[in-house]
């Protein structure tokens, strides 16, 4: 049967009888024939039927007369999950009640006023695919791991023949890339909520007023959001590399200021812990290389951030070296942590493996692997050794490259925001407009505010702006055809800068956008700071890119990325490991 003759059997639990019936309605007017319903009127009922018979959905309202949405989730729970698809449907737009939910298994939410037939269905037919898409994962995830594991014990047990090998290989390469593909789907579906609660809690320490036992919780929020963004970003950074996305932005650079900003960066932690931290720049080593300073950046935050979390007492040092070949820069992180058990070593480097982490420490174990392989594509190696006075020595050593002089400074003066300026933010996800209309308006913008693209090119045809700030991923008319058609329009208003702001993070995603006419990228969730300098820099230097990639009045390679991956971790907070 093919995708739109699919028929869907919901259940609406919900106790007002009318609502039921509008639903119903709905459905019938979107998508006839396609809907199988049933109802039930109270908590109790829809247990009951869930426990009687499968359904590919339930939209459940959040207030029942017998139980809360919240107590219906955890009722109806089924060998560890929920029995089907769920839509929550509640009164008001409370965002704390849809992150709970969300934390319990609902795929998505609607606010009863805001309910009409396309938002309903596209709600279903989304909440549904999810869930079938999550299932199919996991039986394909769990089918590789029993895969895997059949395939060591005949190499443990048999010589395995070419053929044989071969098999194997090209099987894991679907895998990874299989994974790869997951990975990207799930970070994007992540950040997009994870922007409303950094941001909402950003916003709380910037209105201040706050009571300390209330500030405490916001910076504990604020943590656990930073946290989980780590894990996005190292996982999609995973993804891209896995499937050869990943691209480098390699500049000339001072050794010195790299490592002396990893040392401040890393201080606050290692002070927290009473270790003494030393920047050791030997007389001999090189001043001057050609790499991506992110994402060398990336690495020896890394290793010094694991470094400083696996001592318990004594020193951190990073050594800035000479190697024994003359075109090579070698820089160690050694400690005097309890080092790394020589059976464990040949496993560091390999992705979603932590031999040397208790489980008290937090991480998913892709730290040293990504390292490894932004050292690889860098043309660099990384290694470990034991410390002679006890603990860990992590090493790279990277190619100096053809040497030029340094860029002018005023090639890497950040822009400051300049106040006043119109803003047209466009985002269909209420959340996102007040969180980033707040940063704006507090910032000194005028902003106005559409909530899907037709509105945004509307309003950019209507009204003079100095900047638009358009997201990607909206229903009817996304913002790369909403893009397109701003840029069709006459001077002035054809020419406005304008910045994707989405979780769209992907290099051909950015491309996308390039190609479409925007003139910068911001990542969700947005830092404050971040997303400042990215208004700032858009207005003072339309219409360069400010993202790094190339623009018609610049090389094919600007001299520094504006925006980069390694500037938002800083700004968000970031604590390697």
């Given amino acids: 049967m093919a995708q739109t003759e699919r028929v869907y059997r919901l259940l609406i639990v919900d106790d007002d009888e009318t609502d039921r019936r509008l639903y119903g309605w709905l459905l019938a007017r979107q998508a006839p024939g396609q809907c199988e319903i049933h109802q039930a009127a109270d908590g109790a009922a829809g247990i009951a039927a869930l426990r009687a018979r499968t359904f590919d959905c339930v939209l459940l309202d959040f207030s029942l007369p017998d139980l809360t949405g919240l107590e219906f989730l955890v009722e109806c729970v089924m060998n560890g999950e929920l029995p089907a698809a769920f839509v929550l449907i509640t009164g008001h737009g409370n965002e704390a009640v849809a992150v709970d939910a969300m934390k ?147 500049v000339p650079l001072l050794v010195r200021d790299l490592t002396e900003a990893c040392i401040a960066s890393i201080a606050p932690l290692a002070d927290a812990r009473e270790l003494s931290l030393h920047l050791v720049f030997s007389h001999d080593a090189p001043g001057r290389i050609v790499a991506d300073p992110g994402r060398l950046n990336q690495v020896l935050l890394n290793l010094l951030g694991n470094a400083v979390k696996f001592t318990t007492a004594g020193w951190v040092e990073l050594r800035v070296l000479a190697s024994e070949s003359s075109d090579r820069l070698r820089i160690e992180v050694a400690d005097t942590g309890p080092g790394i058990p020589e059976t464990m070593r040949d496993r560091l480097f390999l992705e979603f493996d932590r031999p040397d982490a208790p489980s008290a420490v937090d991480g998913a174990g892709l730290g040293l692997a990504i390292a490894a392989r932004f050292v690889d594509l860098m043309g660099g190696t990384i290694g470990y050794r034991a410390n002679p006075g006890g603990g860990s020595i992590f090493w790279v050593e990277l190619p100096r490259n053809e040497i030029a002089p340094p ?111 925007m003139d910068g990228h911001v990542a969700k ?53």
């Fill in 104 to 250: 319990l298994g609902v795929q998505d939410y609607l606010v009863k006023d805001h309910v009409n037939e396309g938002r309903l269905w596209r709600a279903i037919v989304r909440a549904v695919s999810q869930r079938e898409l999550r299932q199919r994962l996991a039986d394909s995830m769990h089918a590789l791991t029993a895969a895997n594991a059949s395939l060591e014990q005949e190499v443990a047990a048999h010589e395995i023949t070419e053929a044989e090998l071969r098999a194997a290989k090209e099987s894991a390469e679907r895998a990874g890339r299989a994974r790869s593909r997951f990975i990207a789907t799930v970070t994007r579906e992540l950040r997009a909520p994870l922007n409303g609660v950094l941001g909402y809690a950003q916003l709380l320490e910037m209105e201040g007023e706050l009571s300390a036992r209330q500030s405490a919780r916001v910076g504990a929020m604020l943590q656990s959001g930073q946290q989980l963004f780590r894990i996005i970003e190292r996982a999609l950074d995973f993804a891209s590399i896995e499937s050869g996305r990943m691209a480098l932005h390699p």
């Fill in 525 to 577: 969730p947005v830092e404050h700071a971040t997303l400042m300098q990215a208004v700032g820099g858009a207005i003072a230097r339309s219409p360069q890119w400010v993202d790094g990639a190339p623009s018609p009045e610049q090389p094919a390679e600007p001299p520094v990325p504006w925006i980069a991956r390694a500037a938002e971790d800083q700004s968000l907070g970031f604590t390697p490991g």
């Fill in 407 to 517: 860029p002018p400074a005023d090639e890497i003066t950040r822009v400051p925001p300049r106040p006043g300026s119109r803003v047209l933010l466009v985002d269909d996800f209420a959340m996102n407009r007040d969180v980033i209309g707040a940063f704006l308006r507090n910032a000194g913008h005028e902003v106005r505010l559409a909530e899907s693209g037709h509105d945004g090119v509307r309003l950019a045809t209507e009204q003079s702006f100095d900047l638009i700030l358009m997201d990607i991923r909206m229903p009817e008319m996304d913002g790369l055809e909403a893009t397109r058609r701003i840029r069709a329009l006459p001077d002035p208003n054809g020419h406005v800068p304008i910045l994707a702001l989405t979780a769209c993070c992907l290099p051909e995603q950015i491309l996308e956008c390039r190609a479409a006419g």
